[in-house]
């Protein structure tokens, strides 16, 4: 097991910013690959942003230039930073590791670890 816990999601209305932390213990090494994923009612999990070893990221392209994913490797926690946020942001967020070492990793990769999620509603 891997404990994966999130934090930070939350109500906020259309236009507005949260920042979603993933806490990470259980293990090592802090920049294994990493990634945050959501989930809206009746729809499939999507991988939002992606961060490999060295830093490098990925980002689904609605939320390119609104999103901003980084970690503190000394606090072992993964950071989700959104602004501009829209209705359709609105799903359970997800933090994910694979316990490995990556330059970078697709936004469809299949990660072993997950975190319970943190809700995020964003009302227009």
């Known amino acids: 097991q891997v404990p994966l816990v999130e934090s930070g999601g939350g109500s906020v209305q259309a236009g507005g910013s949260l920042r979603l932390s993933c806490a990470a213990s259980g293990y090592t090494y802090s920049n294994y690959c990493m990634g945050w994923f959501r989930q809206a009612p009746g729809k499939e999990r999507e991988g939002v942003a992606t961060?490999?070893?060295?830093?490098?990221?990925a980002y689904a392209d609605s939320v390119s230039g609104r999103f901003t994913i980084s970690r503190d490797l000394a606090k072992n926690t993964l950071y989700l930073q959104m602004i501009s946020l829209k209705a359709e942001d609105t799903a359970m967020y997800y933090c994910a590791t694979d316990l490995r070492f990556c330059t970078v990793i697709p936004l469809n990769y299949d990660f072993r670890y997950w975190g319970q999620g943190t809700q995020v509603t964003v009302s227009s």
């Open positions: 961060i490999g070893s060295r830093g490098r990221t």
